[in-house]
């Protein structure tokens, strides 16, 4: 397993910005698929961004599409999720998560798919 940690959540006025970052403790994701979740108040666990290692291949969560860009750092171990148009329904608390099954971005992506998980970041979203 990988070892994640999210860092770069807080409070932000609706229409502000936030970047996340995710480190993780290999020397390349080069093999891995890393994916944003978030786990909103009395909701379940969703998907919101996701990106390949390989070849940089990303998909978004509809409600996300436009407002988020997913990216890494080619040079090290680092997932970014920038955040602009923040509004009140994208407080959650946010983990990324990896996997291994980089043929997952191309189908059907499940929380089960990912088998290492960060602790999370709260974002908190409200004027």
């Known amino acids: 397993q990988v070892q994640l940690v999210e860092s770069g959540g807080g409070l932000v006025q609706p229409g502000g910005s936030l970047r996340l970052s995710c480190a993780a403790s290999v020397f390349t994701l080069n093999e891995y698929a890393i994916g944003w979740f978030r786990q909103r108040p009395g909701k379940e666990r969703e998907g919101v961004s996701f990106i390949s290692g390989a070849d940089g291949f990303t998909r978004y969560a509809d409600s996300v599409k436009g407002r988020f860009t997913i990216s890494r750092d080619y040079a090290g171990n680092t997932v970014y999720l920038q955040m602009n148009s923040l509004k009140p329904e994208d407080t959650a608390v946010y983990y990324c998560?990896?996997?291994?099954?980089?043929?997952?971005?191309?189908?059907?992506?499940?929380?089960?798919?990912?088998?290492?998980w960060g602790q999370g970041t709260q974002v908190t979203v409200s004027s």
């Open positions: 998560a990896a996997t291994l099954k980089l043929w997952i971005l191309y189908s059907g992506i499940s929380t089960t798919d990912f088998d290492s």
